[in-house]
Nanobody, 115 residues
Framework: VQLQASGGGLVQPGGSLRLACEVS????????MGWYRQAPGKQRELIIS????????YLEDSVKGRFTMSRFNYKNTVSLQMNNLKPEDTAVYYC?????????WGQGTQVTVSS
């Protein structure tokens, strides 16, 4: 099982990024999936999650109106569209399931928001 996130980078405040996460070794459609982030010195936190049927099941207050998750079960991929990025969004971003047994964590993708 592998979770491979990509699409991170350096972006100026107010900018946008689109992250992708390719999931291999499991059938994505059987899992609720989410995006997490871990900022320096902080614990990893769930910021958004989505059911197999593409209903948003959780959305952290700080990203409401700015971040949108999508999933493409047929190609085992989830994505995260991030708009109006702020310096406090700087973190390593991961995808995983918020269900009781997470899948093995991937390396994540670094997002840095700075002018």
């Amino acid at each position: 099982v592998q979770l491979q996130a990509s699409g991170g980078g350096l972006v100026q405040p107010g900018g946008s990024l689109r992250l992708a996460c390719e999931v291999s070794g499991v059938t994505l459609s059987t899992y609720v999936m989410g995006w997490y982030r871990q900022a320096p010195g902080k614990q990893r936190e769930l910021i958004i999650s989505m059911s197999s049927g593409s209903s948003t099941t959780y959305l952290e207050d700080s990203v409401k109106g700015r971040f949108t998750m999508s999933r493409f079960n047929y190609k085992n991929t989830v994505s995260l569209q991030m708009n109006n990025l702020k310096p406090e969004d700087t973190a390593v971003y991961y995808c995983n399931t918020p269900e009781s047994r997470p899948l093995p964590w991937g390396q994540g993708t670094q997002v840095t928001v700075s002018s």
